[in-house]
């Protein structure tokens, strides 16, 4: 395994936060992007064995490994573009903004190195439309790489509908390509997707920045944190019933609680809910759980999204559920038949739960709507919500007996503690 | 051994496809097909090519599923 | 065959095809989404409409070829397909021919349905609609049997019922757009996204 950086490599901890903002500071700490110089033979291999060797995941929720990831991109040939998806539809994430404010210039050389990979023509930055701060950050750096003549591949960013779908891989290039945010049906995981005729590369704002200081530093530094199975670092957003919500970067594998206590929890949790909206529900006997893929598989949660949302004890976990549930129902992009119609049900259901409105037949028509929604959408959209309400209705066992029994625990009219954006009616 | 992939982007509920294929194919409450993870008789394969020429949306498409997952 | 038997098979032939040509239009105006949530066998209906237009177009072959092979009046092979080129009824001839060559292109774009976008076998396939109409006025232009009051009565029942095949589908629309709308009201999902009547949507790339 080698470095492809000739110039002074990171000292200290392995980080994404904490250097210049500014190209010239960043350069001047970091380095320049280790980019092909000339007519590098060798390179690409090079590139890609360091790639792989790190065993870098995605960090945009779906946790793909990035190698195989460009293998398939580069595979689909020469021309194509770099989607650098900084869309963030999970409404408790912040990570992605954060990064874009913060370190731009990495996000943006991990795409001039994926770019060189796949000899890409274009880099092409999603930022959601209203997101001004963030968008204000991104066009400076990109002005700064233009007149310093480090960005080989030419930079643009476009602005895309501020929906949860919209971040979806699939319906952002084909926003790109035609104006409308709807995922494509992808039954076969190897195809690569395509604007026009030419290939796109999708990866998450974070997963960029990794790439680039792992391209810097050599696999090795990466591998330092984390654990085997689930090398790196993460960049989490802390929220809920914490004294000091923010974004910490944390090593892949720290136990969740340790994670949630950065914030300072106020109170001894209810429960966590771990990966965002489309995540799942954490019981306190499991908070010691490291935050790794397969160690939250195991426990029936899923990594998901960098985020930790802390559930006080003065709210309901169900009632929270709920809102959670209307909400996943309301950001459907309105192809499919089983999230149109049947998310806005299991919301239904939910709510006579969290009220204490509960029919006789309402469990065993939650569950079977479950069963029948799960996995029959074109993306995983409604997979993810129904996730979140299967692990509500287990880790709230007690709660739920409760609510069935007709008694609703009257934490139901607290604020929530869940972030939700204001509702737009899109045109 | 064929498999009965609908694409549930393109899917308008018209449920001709549970109409020929009772076997294998269900409606769910609001009419999108469900469909059933068993492997397709060979007696039915037939039917399904059907089912996937004339769906009004050319939502299906039958797909060769070498050996077991 | 002598010329009258030729020319009463036109006629037969031609209000057959008429007729048959009006159960297919209702047939086709009639097919919406859901059907199976009105317990109504929606692809039973969609054959039935495909076999009824392909006996349509056997009725229609006999009558052009009938008329032109009648010696009684000239009507030229050419004639039957480019319209006002006939030496006899000019106009309502070339009429027949426009309808003809309507349901041609119709006919050939539906046997290559495999092969074209969705969206443009649909637009084609609309072209259908417009065919029944310029039939129709072929036959009461033509004038052959068209004071005959059995036809008029038959003119009649074949205009009331597209008329109400076309009520039917409207209101089915309206009904089924008025619930989503409702339905995307309370759920926030944008409607012009959700299942559309008659536009094509598919998964597929757009127009």
Redesign the interface.
Known sequence: MHSLSEAVPTTGRYRLLGHPTDLAGHVATLGPAPLPSGSARGWHEAFVSVLEASGLAGRGGAGFPSAIKLAVAHAAGRGGTIVVNAMEGEPASDKDKLLLIRSPHLVLDGAQLLAAATSAQRVTVCVPAGREQVASAVSLAMAERAAAGCAPVQEVMVRPPDRFVAGEESALVRWVE?G?S????R?DKGTPLHIGRKGALVHNAETLAHIAMIARTGPEAFRAHGLVEDPGTSLVTISGAVEHPGVVEVDRGTPLIDIANRATPIGAPQALLVGGYGGSWVDPVHFTTPYASLSLRAIGATAGVGIVIVLGQDACGLVESARVAHYM?????????????????IADDMTRLARGHVDPGLMARLERRLR?VDG???CRHPDGAVNLVRSALGVFAADLADHVGGAACGRGNRPSQLRFPQ????? | MIRILIDPAACDAYGYCAELLPEAITLDEWGYPVVDGKPLPPELVDTARRAARDCPRRAITLRERKGGR | MSSTDLWYATRASGLMALILLTLTMVLGITTTTRARARNWPGFAQQEMHRRISMIAVVFLGIHVVTSVLDTFVNISWAAVVIPFTSSYGTFWVGVGAIALDLMIAVFVTSLLRARMRPGTWRALHWLAYLSWPVALAHTFGMGTDSRESWVIVLGIVCVASVAAALAWRLREVSRQASARTAHASVTGVPPKHLVLSARSRAGSRRA
């Open positions: 035609s409308r709807l995922p494509s049906f039954p129902a309301g950001q459907s992009a309105g192809q499919c038949g089983p999230c149109v119609y049947g998310l806005p049900a029948e029959r959408g074109a509702t737009k009616r899109a045109a």
